[in-house]
């Protein structure tokens, strides 16, 4: 596709539930990025993912999170025993490599009951 | 430890006025700011950047104004239209570094 795509765009979950969020990003974009905002914050940063590279996690709040890129290309970010304090939508960028320009996609909005 | 702030949550302009949305850094690090434009369920777009080499850049309405000495930048829009109405996040790149760093945000509403 023309974008970076996001799913699902909206998920309810119950609290201690694991759950995936999924981006599909730029074809040809080599550089991936995880975001989360918040109610009333701005975008956070959770982790980086760069062509064949170790990803930069320094942003993730927890162990409960993680995030995988397969292939190069599509990535996963997963919440494990989902808390209400992980409800934000959840954002991902792409971009060429060395570009300093993100195209996000549309995000997934996470609400944890 | 905010790096990026946008202390102005929200900002209300008459349509025509011009919108001045501000944004201070403390990380002398930074070479590299952005201004990304928010609509309701949509992803953040790109708007306007500016190397820390210059001091302004200008596109159409939209210009970028950034004060090395003060850590701050500010974005002008002039004149304000109502399609402007939306959250303006203020990000910023340390040199040598590839993840944006953003602020809280400004929510932008233009008055008819």
């Known amino acids: 596709g023309a974008g970076v795509s996001q799913s699902p765009s909206n998920k309810v979950t119950e609290k201690g539930k694991d759950v995936e969020l999924r981006c599909d990003p730029i074809?040809?974009?080599?550089?991936l990025y995880w975001y989360r905002q918040s109610l009333g914050q701005g975008l956070e940063f959770l982790i980086y993912f760069q062509g064949n590279s170790a990803p930069d996690k320094s942003g993730l709040p927890s162990d409960r999170f993680s995030a995988e890129r397969t292939g190069g290309s599509v990535s996963t970010l997963t919440i494990q025993r989902t808390q209400q304090e992980d409800s934000a939508v959840y954002l991902c960028?792409?971009?060429?490599?060395?570009?300093?320009?993100?195209?996000f996609g549309s995000g997934t909005r996470l609400t944890v009951v | 430890d905010q790096q990026v702030k946008q202390n102005s949550p929200s900002l209300s302009v008459q349509e025509g006025r011009i919108s001045i949305l501000n944004c201070d850094y403390t990380n002398s690090m930074f070479d590299y700011f952005l201004w990304y434009k928010k609509y309701p369920a949509e992803g953040p777009t790109f708007l306007i950047s500016i190397s820390s080499i210059k001091d302004k850049n200008e596109d159409g309405r939209f210009t970028v104004f950034l004060n090395k000495s003060a850590k701050h930048l500010s974005l002008h829009i002039v004149p304000s239209q109502p399609g402007d109405s939306a959250v303006y996040f203020c990000a910023a790149r340390a040199q040598g570094a590839q993840k944006l760093v953003f602020g809280q945000g400004t929510r932008l509403t233009i008055n008819p």
């Open positions: 960028a792409s971009s060429p490599d060395n570009n300093y320009g993100y195209t």
């Open positions: 074809s040809g974009h080599t550089a």
